[in-house]
């Protein structure tokens, strides 16, 4: 998906996005970066960033267009 072709890009129709509280969510796009050793829970140190439901960026993909990976490439 080219960005040029998508009216009113924001990450809540991105593909990448995962609601978690009204207007705020997770940004899948790439794997969770180290966000510090302060929690002993391992799995609290790692995190997705989080972004505005009304933001967006330059990796923007719209959801309704996704392609699911696992298909395209065993077809
Ligand atoms: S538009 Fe960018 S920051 Fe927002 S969810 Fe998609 S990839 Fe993440």
Known sequence: MNIKT????TCE???YYQAQEKNLGACHRF???FAGDSSPIDSHRWKFPLVSAHNWCGEFRAATLGVDLTTALTT
């Open 6 to 9: 998508h009216q009113n890009p």
């Open 13 to 15: 129709g991105c593909t």
């Open 31 to 33: 794997p969770p970066s």
